[in-house]
């Protein structure tokens, strides 16, 4: 069974940067697409971003491009998101997610999910 961990969240200024992590355990992600998901008070949860198996395609949400990079390390079996330029609303629970083979934009799609971590951007 595959177990998705997130860590990496925390309190961080406007402007500054977090690094969050998603280990997998259980099974290899190598066949594995890796979704970065968040979800704010009483806001829908959206896809922030995805990874292809292979890293050679990513997908990012209108309001994080340029701001946040999605990446992957099979050998160590942990896909990334670094978020520099945080602003306000992106403050949110973030999980990652796997589902089989290429990405999705619909979170039912997924079928492994970590329980969250908490990314706070605040002055």
């Known amino acids: 069974q595959l177990q998705l961990v997130e860590s990496g969240g925390g309190l961080v200024q406007p402007g500054g940067s977090l690094r969050l992590s998603c280990a997998a355990s259980g099974f290899p992600l190598d066949y594995y697409a890796v979704g970065w998901f968040r979800q704010a008070p009483g806001k829908d949860r959206e896809r922030v971003s995805c990874i292809s198996p292979s890293g050679g395609s990513t997908y990012y949400a209108d309001s994080v491009k340029g701001r946040f990079t999605i990446s992957r390390d099979n050998a160590k079996n942990t896909v990334y998101l670094q978020m520099n330029s945080l602003k306000p609303e992106d403050t949110a629970v973030y999980y990652c997610?796997?589902?089989?083979?290429?990405?999705?934009?619909?979170?039912?799609?997924?079928?492994?999910w970590g329980q969250g971590t908490q990314a706070t951007v605040s002055s």
């Open positions: 997610a796997a589902r089989y083979d290429v990405c999705s934009s619909l979170d039912y799609a997924y079928s492994n």
